[in-house]
């Protein structure tokens, strides 16, 4: 069967998916959105379970971009959103340090024969630092010597990406941790009167909704089909048409059959390599071989409850004891009083995993006493306290940045550019770029002010780093942090707060 023809059609109902179809139908646009699950919001959704309700992933609402800011608010009424107080800390050893790591509190928390010993370690790489620079572990050692580094950087660095830390890339330390040295950070902790006049401090209160940001985009989805727009709930996309140089249609499977959707546009944010998958006709060899070589690592979830007595003030904590499979500990009362009960709260153990492994294919009970046994190992809970478990899994969570991937993406984007100039990738997965939540908005509202005729046209690829942290502000002592306002080239993943990116004219 076919449908009435569409301008737009818009493939999952994500931040980046949602956000285009919002400002569409706002334009006055005909819009249908394609989503495979049952649940809008992509990893921004909220998972209920029995009257809880997780954050997958953790979701602090802070932006730099006055339209995305623009666009929550008009999304949710106030009355809506909290400001919830912003804190984390890194587990290790059996202590809690500060994170971001502030080079004294780090360092007395080793005790004194341990920090002694990252002192040498770190003046020996200023005497022989490591060769190669170019990856994450080279790039890390170099600024704060081997020990440092395997204590605060390796084990949950590795955890995340399931790959040596040789493997990943240096832009991703650039990105996440910058051009800060541990003797820079010392000097600036200690030195009276020194210059901390340009060093950053985290914001220390964000925006979240009351019920978890999954709210955001229940309500965004009302709106878009309030406007006349269509939302296809378990509809999975099977093939991107195209011919003469343009793609022209979707195919797409539902419980009701193959649906025909004609398209003057389409805004992609499902997985880049699963967008050249459904090209039909098939893509050349090259080009399917680039979206092949593309990685991403799948995410769940173990949610426990226990007495609020268990609860701590973080939203989350990084878990860096390379004993236990846990890479990070959400606190789900931490971010809303709303997620949780009275008496209780719900901590949630992060596992990084890819789909089919062991962790991934362990059932569900499996999974829940394995997430007991290793909270009660770190000693944050005791054995047989949580009252309950759920478990949520979350495939392909986080586009890889290997050695290869840029050379792949660049590969799909040319030929992209040449064949189907009007299929627009947005979004982090969409992109396999490691875009915050605002990163995706924006990607979207750009895309939309091309497809209604932006001239010149915004280069959304162009979306990148601004010249501190995406939560970090300037102007403030920071006692010595392990982070800096020294920008990295901005090259990378784009894992910070967005810029307005340069027209098309000006792009070099």
Known sequence: M???????????????????????TRAGEDVAVLEASDVVGGISQTVERDGWRFDIGGHRFFTKVPEVEALWHEILPAEEFLMRPRMSRIFYDGKLFDYPLKAMNALRGLGLLEAVRCMLSYAWVKVRPPKDQTTFEGWVAARFGWRLYRIFFKTYTEKVWGM????????????????????????????????????????????????GPGLMWERCKEKVEAAGGKVRMHTWVKAVHHENGRAVAVTAASEGGETRYDAAHVVSSMPLSELIFAMDPPVPAEVRAAAEGLRYRDFLTVALVVPEAFSFPDNWIYIHSPGVK??????????????????????????????????????????????????????????????????????????????????????????????????????????????????????????????????????????????????????????????STDAYPRSGTGREAPLHPRREESVA
Not at 2 to 20: D, K, Q, W
Not at 183 to 202: C, E, F, W, Y
Not at 334 to 363: H, I, M, Q
Not at 393 to 420: C, E, Q
Request: hydrophobic share 40%.
């Open 164 to 211: 040596p830390a040789t493997s990943l890339q240096a832009d991703w330390a650039a990105q996440r941790i910058k051009n800060m040295s541990l003797m820079t950070a010392v000097v600036r902790a200690i030195l009276p009167g020194g210059n901390k006049k340009d060093v950053a401090s985290l914001i220390e209160e964000f925006q979240y909704p009351k019920f």
């Open 2 to 24: 076919s449908n009435a023809p569409r301008s737009t059609v818009v493939i999952g109902a994500g931040p980046a998916g949602l956000t285009a179809a919002y400002e569409l």
């Open 326 to 483: 846990v890479g990070r500990i959400q606190n789900f009362g931490s971010w809303s009083p709303y997620l949780v009960k009275d008496g209780r709260t719900c901590l949630g153990l992060e596992y990084f995993v890819n789909e089919g492994d062991e962790v991934w294919t362990a059932s569900d009970d499996e999974l829940i006493a394995m997430a007991q046994a290793e909270i009660a190992e770190l000693g944050l809970v005791p054995a047989g306290t949580a009252e309950a478990g759920y478990v949520v899994r979350m495939p392909k969570a986080y586009p890889v940045y290997d050695a290869d991937y840029k050379g792949f993406v660049d590969t799909i984007r040319g030929w992209l550019d040449a064949n189907t100039p009007n299929v627009h990738p947005v979004g982090r997965n969409g992109m396999h770029k490691y875009n915050n939540q605002d990163h995706s908005m924006l990607t979207a509202q750009l895309t939309v002010k091309n497809i209604l005729g932006a001239q010149p046209a915004h280069d959304i690829w162009q979306v990148n780093v601004e010249d501190d942290y995406h939560e970090e502000q300037t102007g403030k002592q920071s006692g010595g942090r392990l982070s």
